[in-house]
C-alpha cells in the first residue's frame, strides 16, 4: 500500500497532508498507524515528531483505529439551533457510542466537526464522503439502519 | 449544431445529490428515450439552483419554469404531461418562484451570474456566456499594470472577511523581483454559516480561473493553488474537471493565447482546521505544517508560501475580477456605495423561510436581504436577532436590521460584515444557548500557538457553560467580556482578537437574558 502511495508523491514535506489522507483512506479502519507514520518519516525524510504533531492538529486524520462508517456530526451554531443535540442523543442511544467512540461491531465511528457548509440543510452530518441534511430523529435511525443493513 | 425544443437543468448539489440526483437524471433520459424525446429536450447539470431543503430541482427553459422536490416517482408524470403535452406539472411547481415571489436577482449578479444557468462542467457554455473574455482583454491589450489600476479603481474589496482592498494588496506584490511568485486561492471555507465560495465553485467553477490568470498576470505569478477543504468533493472534481478543460482548450497552461504568460493552477486539499482560513496559517498548511499562523510583517505578498512573494484571495474576491476586467470599473462602481463597491453573496439559514444564497448589491439592508430574498420568518415566527458573519460575527436585534450590510456601516455599529453568514433567529432562541455554541466552536479550533487565545477560548467556554447552567454570576459575565478583550487586544491572529464581538454584541443587545440566567 505504502509504494503505490508514495509512488503518487514526490518525496517533498508540502506532500505530507496528501500522503497521511491518502494512506488513511486505504486503511479498512480509516486511521494512521505507527507503522505507517514511520513509513511516512523514512520517505519524506521528516521527524516522527512533526508528523504526530500535523496528524494531531488536523481534525480529519486520527491515530486511533476506527469504524468502517465515520459519522461527523456538525457541532456549529447553524445547525446547533436546528437541533443537531437532539440528533446527537438520538445518535447515541442507535449507536450506543458517545462521540469520539467505535462501536463493538466496527461498524461505526461517531465524531463531532465544525460546520461542513451546508447550513441551508441544517442540522447536517456527513457519513464518510455523503452529506445527510434536514437530519430529524426518526430521518437518522433510518439512515443508520440502512448502512447496517447494507453493511 | 443541434437545435432543441426544450432544455432541462438540473440543479448538482450536495443536498441534490443526496436525495438521489444522479439517479433521477438516469431515469429522466431513459424515460425520454422511451418516449422519443431524446432529440427535443436536453437535459444539462449545472449548479446550485439557489434554494435548499428543496430536494431535487429543476430549471425549463424557455418556459423558466422550476420544479422543486420532484421524485423518481414523477418522472412519467413529468415527460408525459411537460415534455410530450407541454402542460407543466402544477403540483410540482416552485410556486414562490411562480408568483414572482423569489427574487433571485439575476439581472444584478456578477459573482454568481453564471450559477444555476450554465453546465459547470462544460467550458463552451462558460465561454458562451462570455467567459475568458477579460482574460483575453488583459492578455492582448493591456499590461499587468493596467489591471492593477483598474481593480485598485473598481474599489473592489476582499470578500473573505477583512475587507482590505485587492488591487491593493496586488500592487504590493507586482512589483517585487523573485524568480517564482503564486496566487493563492482560500477556499477553506470554514466560518460557520458560509457556504458562499462552495456555491461558487460548484456553480461555476471557470468564473475562478479566470479570474486567478487575472490576478496571476496582474502580479507576474506563473504558479497558482487552490487551497480547498476536503469536505468539499463536488468542488474538488469539478474544480479538477474545468482545469483539465482550460488547459485542453489553451486558456491555462504555456503561453496563453501565443503570449508569453504561462500559468499552472493546482488544487491542494485541506484536512479540517478553521485557523487555516488565516492567510499565513494556510500557507503553513500548504507546505505541510501545522496550520499555526506566521508573525506578519513580512506579510505573504512579500513572503508567502516557501518565502516568496505570495496574494492570498478569497474565492469570491476573484470571481469578481472577470466583471471589472471586461466591462470596466466603473460598471462595477455601479453597484453597492462608493466605499464598499460590487455586491456581495450571503448565504441565508436558521429560522428563515427560504434558507439559500442571494447575491445582491453591498449596502442592501439586512432587512430587505431576510425578508425580500429569503422569504422571511419561517412559519411567520417573529424574528429575534440574526448572527451575522459567522462564529466571529455579531448578533443583531430586530432595530438593527435596517443597518446597510456594507464595511463602513456595519463599522458604525461595531459589527462585520465577515464572511456573508446570515444566521436567523426566532423569537424562541435562546441567546445564552446560542453564545454557548459559538464559544464551544472558538475552544475547539483555537490553534494552540498563543496563549490568550489558547487559555482565553476555553476560559470563556468554561464561564458560558456556567451560567447557561445556571450557576452563573455577575462577576462571571463581566469576566467574560474582561478576557475576550483581552485576546482581542493580544491574541496572535484574528481568531483569539474574534470572541469579542459575538459576546460583546449577545450582551449588549440581550443582557437581560443572561442576567435572568444568572445564579443570584
Same mark, same amino acid.
Given at each position: 500500500?505504502?509504494?503505490?502511495?508514495?509512488?503518487? +508523491?514526490?518525496?517533498?514535506?508540502?506532500?505530507?497532508?496528501?500522503?497521511?489522507?491518502?494512506?488513511?483512506? @486505504?486503511? =479498512?479502519?480509516? #486511521? *494512521?498507524?505507527?507503522?505507517?507514520?514511520?513509513?511516512?518519516?523514512?520517505?519524506?525524510?521528516?521527524?516522527?515528531?512533526?508528523?504526530?504533531?500535523?496528524?494531531?492538529? +488536523?481534525?480529519?486524520?486520527?491515530?486511533?483505529?476506527?469504524?468502517?462508517?465515520?459519522?461527523?456530526?456538525? @457541532?456549529? =451554531?447553524?445547525? #446547533? *439551533?436546528?437541533?443537531?443535540?437532539?440528533?446527537?442523543?438520538?445518535?447515541?442511544?442507535?449507536?450506543?457510542?458517545?462521540?469520539?467512540?467505535?462501536?463493538?461491531?466496527?461498524?461505526?465511528?461517531?465524531?463531532?466537526?465544525?460546520?461542513?457548509?451546508?447550513?441551508?440543510?441544517?442540522?447536517?452530518?456527513?457519513?464518510?464522503?455523503?452529506?445527510?441534511?434536514?437530519?430529524?430523529?426518526?430521518?437518522?435511525?433510518?439512515?443508520?439502519?440502512?448502512?447496517?443493513?447494507?453493511? | 449544431?443541434?437545435?432543441?425544443?426544450?432544455?432541462?437543468?438540473?440543479?448538482?448539489?450536495?443536498?441534490?445529490?443526496?436525495?438521489?440526483?444522479?439517479?433521477?437524471?438516469?431515469?429522466?433520459?431513459?424515460?425520454?428515450?422511451?418516449?422519443?424525446?431524446?432529440?427535443?429536450?436536453?437535459?444539462?447539470?449545472?449548479?446550485?439552483?439557489?434554494?435548499?431543503?428543496?430536494?431535487?430541482?429543476?430549471?425549463?427553459?424557455?418556459?423558466?419554469?422550476?420544479?422543486?422536490?420532484?421524485?423518481?416517482?414523477?418522472?412519467?408524470?413529468?415527460?408525459?404531461?411537460?415534455?410530450?403535452?407541454?402542460?407543466?406539472?402544477?403540483?410540482?411547481?416552485?410556486?414562490?418562484?411562480?408568483?414572482?415571489?423569489?427574487?433571485?436577482?439575476?439581472?444584478?449578479?456578477?459573482?454568481?451570474?453564471?450559477?444555476?444557468?450554465?453546465?459547470?462542467?462544460?467550458?463552451?457554455?462558460?465561454?458562451?456566456?462570455?467567459?475568458?473574455?477579460?482574460?483575453?482583454?488583459?492578455?492582448?491589450?493591456?499590461?499587468?499594470?493596467?489591471?492593477?489600476?483598474?481593480?485598485?479603481?473598481?474599489?473592489?474589496?476582499?470578500?473573505?472577511?477583512?475587507?482590505?482592498?485587492?488591487?491593493?494588496?496586488?500592487?504590493?506584490?507586482?512589483?517585487?523581483?523573485?524568480?517564482?511568485?503564486?496566487?493563492?486561492?482560500?477556499?477553506?471555507?470554514?466560518?460557520?454559516?458560509?457556504?458562499?465560495?462552495?456555491?461558487?465553485?460548484?456553480?461555476?467553477?471557470?468564473?475562478?480561473?479566470?479570474?486567478?490568470?487575472?490576478?496571476?498576470?496582474?502580479?507576474?505569478?506563473?504558479?497558482?493553488?487552490?487551497?480547498?477543504?476536503?469536505?468539499?468533493?463536488?468542488?474538488?472534481?469539478?474544480?479538477?474537471?474545468?482545469?483539465?478543460?482550460?488547459?485542453?482548450?489553451?486558456?491555462?497552461?504555456?503561453?496563453?493565447?501565443?503570449?508569453?504568460?504561462?500559468?499552472?493552477?493546482?488544487?491542494?486539499?485541506?484536512?479540517?482546521?478553521?485557523?487555516?482560513?488565516?492567510?499565513?496559517?494556510?500557507?503553513?498548511?500548504?507546505?505541510?505544517?501545522?496550520?499555526?499562523?506566521?508573525?506578519?510583517?513580512?506579510?505573504?505578498?512579500?513572503?508567502?508560501?516557501?518565502?516568496?512573494?505570495?496574494?492570498?484571495?478569497?474565492?469570491?474576491?476573484?470571481?469578481?475580477?472577470?466583471?471589472?476586467?471586461?466591462?470596466?470599473?466603473?460598471?462595477?462602481?455601479?453597484?453597492?456605495?462608493?466605499?464598499?463597491?460590487?455586491?456581495?453573496?450571503?448565504?441565508?439559514?436558521?429560522?428563515?423561510?427560504?434558507?439559500?444564497?442571494?447575491?445582491?448589491?453591498?449596502?442592501?439592508?439586512?432587512?430587505?436581504?431576510?425578508?425580500?430574498?429569503?422569504?422571511?420568518?419561517?412559519?411567520?415566527?417573529?424574528?429575534?436577532?440574526?448572527?451575522?458573519?459567522?462564529?466571529?460575527?455579531?448578533?443583531?436585534?430586530?432595530?438593527?436590521?435596517?443597518?446597510?450590510?456594507?464595511?463602513?456601516?456595519?463599522?458604525?455599529?461595531?459589527?462585520?460584515?465577515?464572511?456573508?453568514?446570515?444566521?436567523?433567529?426566532?423569537?424562541?432562541?435562546?441567546?445564552?444557548?446560542?453564545?454557548?455554541?459559538?464559544?464551544?466552536?472558538?475552544?475547539?479550533?483555537?490553534?494552540?500557538?498563543?496563549?490568550?487565545?489558547?487559555?482565553?477560548?476555553?476560559?470563556?467556554?468554561?464561564?458560558?457553560?456556567?451560567?447557561?447552567?445556571?450557576?452563573?454570576?455577575?462577576?462571571?459575565?463581566?469576566?467574560?467580556?474582561?478576557?475576550?478583550?483581552?485576546?482581542?487586544?493580544?491574541?496572535?491572529?484574528?481568531?483569539?482578537?474574534?470572541?469579542?464581538?459575538?459576546?460583546?454584541?449577545?450582551?449588549?443587545?440581550?443582557?437581560?437574558?443572561?442576567?435572568?440566567?444568572?445564579?443570584?
Amino acid at each position: 500500500m505504502y509504494e503505490k502511495i508514495f509512488a503518487k +508523491y514526490e518525496p517533498t514535506k508540502d506532500n505530507l497532508i496528501y500522503i497521511l489522507h491518502d494512506i488513511q483512506d @486505504e486503511h =479498512p479502519q480509516h #486511521y *494512521l498507524s505507527e507503522d505507517a507514520v514511520q513509513r511516512v518519516s523514512e520517505y519524506l525524510n521528516v521527524p516522527v515528531n512533526h508528523i504526530y504533531g500535523v496528524i494531531t492538529f +488536523y481534525t480529519m486524520y486520527s491515530t486511533k483505529p476506527r469504524g468502517n462508517n465515520i459519522i461527523r456530526l456538525c @457541532e456549529s =451554531p447553524p445547525c #446547533y *439551533l436546528k437541533g443537531s443535540d437532539n440528533i446527537y442523543k438520538k445518535l447515541k442511544t442507535v449507536l450506543g457510542v458517545k462521540a469520539g467512540e467505535t462501536t463493538a461491531d466496527g461498524l461505526f465511528t461517531l465524531e463531532f466537526c465544525a460546520c461542513l457548509g451546508v447550513c441551508g440543510n441544517a442540522p447536517v452530518m456527513m457519513i464518510n464522503d455523503d452529506v445527510y441534511g434536514n437530519l430529524t430523529e426518526e430521518s437518522v435511525v433510518t439512515i443508520i439502519e440502512k448502512i447496517r443493513g447494507g453493511k | 449544431m443541434k437545435y432543441y425544443r426544450s432544455h432541462v437543468l438540473i440543479g448538482i448539489s450536495d443536498a441534490a445529490l443526496q436525495a438521489g440526483v444522479k439517479e433521477f437524471e438516469t431515469a429522466l433520459r431513459n424515460e425520454l428515450a422511451k418516449k422519443n424525446l431524446q432529440d427535443e429536450i436536453n437535459i444539462l447539470e449545472t449548479g446550485p439552483l439557489g434554494f435548499f431543503g428543496k430536494g431535487i430541482c429543476l430549471t425549463v427553459y424557455p418556459e423558466n419554469i422550476q420544479y422543486t422536490d420532484v421524485k423518481i416517482e414523477d418522472i412519467a408524470e413529468l415527460v408525459e404531461s411537460h415534455f410530450l403535452k407541454g402542460r407543466p406539472v402544477k403540483r410540482l411547481l416552485f410556486e414562490e418562484a411562480l408568483k414572482g415571489q423569489v427574487n433571485f436577482n439575476y439581472a444584478n449578479r456578477i459573482v454568481l451570474k453564471n450559477s444555476g444557468i450554465i453546465d459547470p462542467e462544460n467550458i463552451e457554455e462558460y465561454i458562451g456566456a462570455g467567459g475568458y473574455e477579460a482574460l483575453e482583454k488583459a492578455l492582448l491589450k493591456m499590461q499587468p499594470n493596467d489591471v492593477i489600476a483598474e481593480v485598485k479603481k473598481s474599489g473592489l474589496r476582499g470578500r473573505g472577511g477583512a475587507g482590505f482592498p485587492t488591487g491593493l494588496k496586488w500592487s504590493f506584490t507586482a512589483p517585487i523581483d523573485a524568480d517564482q511568485k503564486y496566487i493563492v486561492i482560500n477556499a477553506d471555507e470554514g466560518e460557520p454559516g458560509t457556504f458562499k465560495d462552495r456555491l461558487i465553485m460548484e456553480g461555476d467553477p471557470h468564473i475562478l480561473l479566470e479570474g486567478i490568470a487575472l490576478a496571476a498576470y496582474a502580479v507576474g505569478a506563473t504558479k497558482a493553488i487552490i487551497y480547498i477543504r476536503g469536505e468539499y468533493k463536488l468542488c474538488i472534481e469539478r474544480l479538477r474537471k474545468a482545469i483539465a478543460q482550460a488547459v485542453e482548450y489553451g486558456i491555462l497552461g504555456d503561453k496563453i493565447f501565443g503570449t508569453e504568460f504561462s500559468l499552472a493552477i493546482d488544487i491542494k486539499v485541506g484536512a479540517g482546521a478553521y485557523v487555516c482560513g488565516e492567510e499565513t496559517a494556510l500557507i503553513e498548511s500548504l507546505e505541510g505544517n501545522r496550520g499555526n499562523p506566521r508573525w506578519k510583517p513580512p506579510f505573504p505578498g512579500v513572503k508567502g508560501v516557501w518565502q516568496k512573494p505570495t496574494v492570498v484571495n478569497n474565492v469570491e474576491t476573484i470571481a469578481n475580477v472577470p466583471f471589472i476586467i471586461r466591462n470596466g470599473a466603473d460598471a462595477f462602481l455601479q453597484h453597492g456605495p462608493a466605499k464598499s463597491s460590487g455586491t456581495k453573496v450571503y448565504t441565508l439559514m436558521g429560522d428563515i423561510a427560504r434558507p439559500g444564497l442571494c447575491e445582491v448589491d453591498m449596502g442592501t439592508s439586512l432587512r430587505t436581504i431576510i425578508n425580500e430574498f429569503g422569504g422571511g420568518m419561517k412559519k411567520g415566527i417573529k424574528f429575534k436577532a440574526a448572527l451575522v458573519g459567522g462564529a466571529a460575527g455579531v448578533f443583531l436585534p430586530d432595530r438593527m436590521l435596517d443597518v446597510n450590510m456594507d464595511f463602513e456601516s456595519l463599522k458604525e455599529y461595531a459589527a462585520v460584515l465577515g464572511s456573508g453568514a446570515v444566521l436567523v433567529m426566532n423569537e424562541n432562541t435562546d441567546i445564552v444557548d446560542m453564545l454557548w455554541s459559538v464559544l464551544r466552536f472558538f475552544r475547539h479550533e483555537s490553534c494552540g500557538k498563543c496563549s490568550p487565545c489558547k487559555l482565553g477560548t476555553a476560559l470563556l467556554y468554561d464561564l458560558i457553560s456556567k451560567i447557561k447552567k445556571g450557576e452563573g454570576t455577575m462577576a462571571d459575565l463581566d469576566q467574560m467580556v474582561m478576557v475576550a478583550e483581552m485576546m482581542q487586544q493580544t491574541s496572535f491572529c484574528a481568531l483569539g482578537q474574534s470572541p469579542i464581538m459575538p459576546i460583546k454584541s449577545a450582551l449588549d443587545n440581550f443582557r437581560y437574558e443572561f442576567e435572568a440566567r444568572l445564579n443570584k
